[in-house]
């Protein structure tokens, strides 16, 4: 009886390591948050745990180039997709894009609606003694397109001392829910999701580059293939529209 206790608690246990193994870690954007997390109950749906790890893509490009256990890698620009897979031949294939985004300008308070954006007397009006939070502008996606949108628009060189440089998009939204400065640059599915912030406007796209999230398969775990597939099926598609995602364009995300 004891011999028989014994064995079965051993396969019990490497029945869970084997489990553990076969966990799914998807390292994504910030942005994409909510996104993970209905792809998560979808894979569960088909006995597949699937962790997210979120942050800036920059921060989770570094990481997994250093050796972070990611399965998937989801990016918020290709730019640190293209480090990335240029760091010991990343990927077990080659990067793609799933979805796009837009940028807005947001705020925690009842601000009125912006009239032009390429007047910075304008801008001047809705911060007043604050600040603008966005993304920082050397490494954080979100902020590398504001800063884009701004110069683009005329305004930079007035406002770019009077900028809150964050660490991703979600702490930038953050800051506005908070009344700790008067505005912000996001994504339009960050303002989508809040209930705390309105949009104030919507910088045209011409003013900044397309903003794409590429994905790429880092391992050859069947469950992460399994898990790379859910993301590009309908469901997840759909999942993708209704958070206010645009559609991939039709192009390759990661050109080197």
């Not at 920059?58 to 997709?81: C, E, H, K, V, Y």
């Not at 007397?121 to 050397?138: C, D, K, Y």
Request: proline content about 5%.
């Amino acid at each position: 009886m004891y011999r028989f206790l014994t064995l079965l608690l051993l396969t019990l246990s490497c029945n869970a390591f084997a489990n553990s193994s076969q966990t799914v870690y998807v390292y994504a954007a910030s942005s994409m948050t909510q996104v993970v997390q209905n792809l998560a109950q979808i894979a569960a749906k088909h006995n597949i745990e699937v962790k997210g790890v979120f942050g800036s893509s920059s921060s989770l490009a570094r990481q997994i180039a250093n050796g972070a256990p990611a399965d998937i890698f989801i990016s918020a620009n290709t730019q640190w997709m293209n480090y990335l897979e240029q760091q010991q031949n990343k990927g077990v294939q080659p990067a793609h894009v799933i979805a796009g985004n837009e940028l807005v300008v947001i705020s925690g308070d009842d601000l009125p609606r912006v009239p032009t954006l390429s007047d910075s007397m304008v801008w001047q009006a809705l911060i007043g003694n604050g600040r603008i939070a966005i993304g920082e502008t050397n490494t954080v996606p979100v902020g590398i397109y504001a800063k884009q949108a701004l110069v683009s628009l005329g305004v930079w060189s007035s406002l770019s001392k009077k900028t809150a440089p964050m660490k991703n998009t979600r702490a930038v939204l953050a800051m506005v829910e908070r009344k700790q400065v008067p505005v912000g640059i996001v994504y339009a599915t960050d303002a989508k999701q809040s209930k705390m912030v309105k949009v104030l406007a919507h910088i045209p796209a011409k003013h900044y580059a397309p903003i794409q999230y590429p994905m790429l398969l880092l391992t050859d775990k069947s469950n992460a293939n399994q898990v790379y597939k859910m993301m590009q099926a309908k469901p997840m598609q759909d999942v993708l529209g209704e958070l206010g995602f645009s559609p991939a364009p039709k192009i390759v995300a990661a050109t080197h």
